[in-house]
């Protein structure tokens, strides 16, 4: 019922922009910390960036100064705005949040998004 689904990889080259959404739906009563991973082949899932319920943030080194998250809280969803992309920043997004459905909370993961930067 409760479901992440990510949206906005694609194919960029260096250099270049992309916007990544995260939608939140179904029945949640609460919204915690949420936060944006990647996988790339072979390696393991790192966190990207991450934000709490009241607005901090937090981001990867590798990704400081160049990506940026945040929330709309009235449209449940999470952004991740990615610019000054690198070869290296090509991975599998992944859109994680801890959700309350009723007086019981999960953690949940959306099914990924595909980002490649190449030329």
């Known amino acids: 019922q409760v479901q992440l689904v990510e949206s906005g990889g694609g194919l960029v080259q260096p250099g270049g922009s992309l916007r990544l959404s995260c939608a939140a739906s179904?029945?949640?009563?609460?919204?915690?910390?949420m936060g944006w991973y990647r996988q790339a082949p072979g390696k393991q899932r790192d966190l990207v960036a991450s934000?709490?319920?009241?607005?901090?943030?937090n981001y990867a080194d590798s990704v400081k100064g160049r990506f940026t998250i945040s929330r709309d809280s009235a449209k449940n969803t999470v952004y991740l705005q990615m610019n000054s992309l690198k070869p290296e920043d090509t991975a599998v997004y992944y859109c994680?949040?801890?959700?309350?459905?009723?007086?019981?909370?999960?953690?949940?993961w959306g099914q990924g998004t595909q980002v490649t930067v190449s030329s």
């Open positions: 994680s949040g801890l959700l309350a459905d009723g007086s019981r909370w999960s953690t949940y």
């Open positions: 179904g029945s949640i009563f609460g919204i915690n910390n």
């Open positions: 934000i709490t319920r009241g607005g901090s943030t």
